[in-house]
């Protein structure tokens, strides 16, 4: 069993910065590639960006491409999402998931594991 727990959410205003941590407990954290997804009030969980097993690898979704930054620590069991240019609409319960596959996906289907979420809320 894999257990994920996000930290540093919280409230800024447009144009700020947050950094998101997502800590795993798993002993084989470093062959499980690692994703980000949020989920505003009344939308479908959406895919943000994923990283390969080994941090070589990333994905993003356009809305989020050159503002925010995914990278992983496998010494530390912990993967993170640097959010820069922060905007309203970026605003949505963040969570980290994992996945035996060693590949990146954009798919909800494609993640084993997830986290318990953690609020992010971006004020105009």
């Known amino acids: 069993q894999v257990l994920l727990v996000e930290s540093g959410g919280g409230w800024t205003q447009a144009g700020g910065s947050l950094r998101l941590s997502c800590a795993s407990s798993?002993?084989?954290?470093?062959?499980?590639?690692m994703g980000w997804f949020r989920q505003a009030p009344g939308k479908e969980r959406e895919f943000v960006a994923a990283?390969?097993?080994?941090?070589?690898?990333?994905l993003y979704t356009d809305s989020v491409k050159g503002r925010f930054t995914i990278s992983r620590d496998n010494g530390k069991n912990t993967v993170y999402l640097q959010m820069n240019s922060l905007k309203p609409e970026d605003t949505a319960v963040y969570y980290c998931?994992?996945?035996?596959?060693?590949?990146?996906?954009?798919?909800?289907?494609?993640?084993?594991?997830w986290g318990q979420g953690t609020q992010v809320t971006v004020s105009s």
């Open positions: 998931a994992g996945t035996g596959s060693r590949l990146g996906s954009t798919s909800t289907r494609a993640y084993d594991y």
């Open positions: 798993g002993r084989i954290f470093s062959s499980y590639a």
């Open positions: 990283i390969s097993a080994s941090g070589a690898g990333t």
